[in-house]
């Protein structure tokens, strides 16, 4: 059964057996706002891009994986590829993170979507990152990211290591930028 996260709220990732779920997947998905004749975004493409950036117990960035670099340099974390509009149904980009590769000086990996094209965040509705068991095609946890503002990015979860397993804690922070290099000043208080 999915839990709906709130900002702030963590779920394990460990089953009841005590084995860590393993590869997870975090998608997320997003339309654009279609408005009448005279709203502005009719018709308009969004091109929101997830991120994943890796960080060592020091809380220093050591890798990512996003639209220019699809896996993580060891190949733990891997990247969907580029949804450039968020036409369709569904998950738009996703993430797939093998837990059990995940080099042991990674402590943290966080999660960002950004507007590549610079659309806020008033643009985009039913915006959610969720997070899925990539064997049992399992839903775990959901969170929505549909809060409407002049913003363009929002820094959306993080996994964490966690006596011998790891955590997803739903993040909400807000932020701008067009990429997740943009973000890496407001990421560091969420470490």
Aim: with cysteine; charged share 20%.
């Amino acid at each position: 059964m999915s839990v709906s996260l709130a900002r702030g709220q963590s779920v394990s990732l460990s089953t009841p057996e005590g084995r860590t779920m393993t590869p997870v997947r975090i998608a997320l998905g997003w339309d654009a706002v279609r408005q009448g004749l005279f709203g502005g975004f009719r018709g308009a493409q969004v091109d929101m891009d997830a991120s994943a950036i890796l960080y060592d117990a020091a809380g220093s960035h050591v890798d990512q994986a996003w639209f220019r670099q699809l896996r993580s340099k060891e190949g733990a974390v891997v990247h969907s590829g580029d949804n450039r509009t968020g036409a369709g149904d569904g998950d738009n980009e996703s993430i797939i993170v093998h837990l059990d590769r995940v080099p042991p000086t990674v402590a943290q990996i966080v999660f960002t979507i950004n507007s590549f094209t610079g659309q806020s965040f008033a643009q985009i509705q039913n915006a959610f990152c969720r997070l899925v068991e990539e064997s049992t095609h399992t839903e775990i946890a959901r969170f929505d990211l549909s809060t409407t503002g002049p913003h363009t990015a929002e820094i959306m979860a993080k996994l964490s290591r966690a006596e011998g397993g790891w955590n997803l804690t739903a993040l909400g922070e807000i932020g701008n930028g067009r990429t997740f290099q943009d973000l890496l000043p407001s990421i560091a208080p969420t470490l």
